[in-house]
């Protein structure tokens, strides 16, 4: 169940089936419930960073909002000083997020579960600050942030946010993609074997101090890719969104996908769009409930009593049932 | 001269709250081997619940006591309802239901009280009696009530059964339990202690920031690094590294150009060049693992 599953005819049609409904979506839903569904891949695609570092590798961060606000300015400042093309961004954006996120990985390798957790946690929280420091005021926009533009459509007769929709799609299938394959790969299995048992993974010959801290870059690379994206999404940056509690936002969304999968940061990403708009129509309505950031902390620790492998797993667990059961009744 | 010495002796006073946090982290790490990341959150929930006190006409002194009591209460509640149920999950889970009661202290915090940021009386008169311009009245009673209180602690572990019983569990559950110990019980009375002590942290560093659901975000930041500079299985190190963690502070936001503004990312650096250069803090034991 903790690699990645094997291509099989089942998993290609399903895959088929999800790209057709993706690819139709924005077509029979409104600009801006596309322009959410935009902003649900933008965090899909930082889940995966999250997941493939603490599902897969076993490193923990509740400072994945920092890489996030490390891409997003990456991107804004390129655009809002230098006016560059958006799509010309995001290379950059990933690799100055990898390089911070590789540079963090490095103290990080003599740090384990806890104290790790709580280096990222400092990070999360000391970030806002930094990004309103007076020295770097004139590139960050200070607390006001940064304006910036929607990229125009790519195609005639798409609007902006449809077109920002594919183009998120895309990135996101092709970043699944990606990690799919490095997880199914060689690296892949030293990446899991470091956290299944490091001691007995460095005595089988992994370099693991080489592996932990690439995972750390790839990881922030990918939160990075969000990171900017989200602000093609948002057409703004400013110091406060990239707060402890977005870092909050990503860890929900990871354990509710499943941590140790990838199809289940769509879940995710869903999840953090959509269940706080609903939470707050709720408590909008009726003056007893507790306010949304509540219901999300009840979610998520109720979440890891009962279901800690996520939508995911659950979908893993019911289609395994499944098969034993037909092979069963077959047999 | 003077200036330095008033910001060495805030620094001390400021420390010594960073102190009391510092040691609840390091009691339920050394119960459990776990920082509470909600303990920051529990303490100003702690100081909105003396804050109500105060209002419905308490006088000061019964409201902190109050509230220390109401947090001890709710401390081991917390450990008994909701941490329990992942005593024994990987540490993940556990770092994620912390971070769960983080946020529903915040959020309920801010959904009882609002966020709009409130004046806290301090605890201790204007008027002492003699007048000081190296530190104010508030700063001093903040550092003889943490004194007092880590007084307090210590005799309570070294001297009393139960206190006995604590640190046994702690140190070694399985034999603990094969004593007569109820382990499970002395981890709710490490919770209920931490809370209380994280309550008087809370409510010393009120009137100092101001009362508002964000107030300890900084301050369990600059307790962790006191927790993990001291050492984090040794109190008295953590104690004293809540104590330099203060004072290093107010130095920094006084001497170092851009200092006063980037606080936080100093705590940062703290935590991290600790963590890399010292892990075991300056006076934790090195922790050697059998493979």
Redesign the interface.
Known sequence: MDRPNPITPQLLAGFGIAIVFAAVVPHLVSDFTSFQFTQAMAYGIALLGLNILTGYNGQFSIGHSAFYAVGAYTAAILLYHFEWNHYATLPVAALVAFAVGFLFGLPALRLEGLYLALATFAFAVATPQLLKFDAFEHWTGGVQGLFVPKPEPLIEGLSADQSLYYVTLAIMVLLMAVAWCLLRSRSGRAIMAIRDNPIAASTMGINTALYKTTTFGISAMYTGIAGALSVFVTEFVAPDAFNFFLAVNLLVGSVVGGIVSIPGVIFGGLFLVFVPNFAQDISRAYPFVPPPWAIFGIFLILAIYFVPFGVWGAVERALAWWKRKSAGLGG | MDLFLQLTLAGLAIGSIYSCVALAVVMIYQAT???N?AQGEMAMFSTYVAWTLVGLGAPVWLAFLLAVGISFLAGVIIERV?VK??EN?P???Q???F??????F???A??IWEFTIKPFPSLFPEDLGFKSTLIGPHHLGVIALTLGVLALVFAFFRFTRVGLAMRAAAANPDSARLVGISVGWMLALGWGLAASIGAVGGILVAPIVYLEPNMM??VL?YG??GA?LGGVSSPGGAVLGGLVVGVLENWVGQYVP?GS?????F??IL??GV??FK?AGLFGRVVVRR?
């Open positions: 081997d776990h920082f990341f909701i149920p992942v999950a540490v993940l889970n770092i994620i239901v971070i769960g009661l983080l946020v529903i915040n959020a309920v801010g959904w975000a900084g930041l962790f690094a993990l851009g503004e980037l606080k936080l990312t705590a940062l935590i991290v963590l890399v892990p493979v």
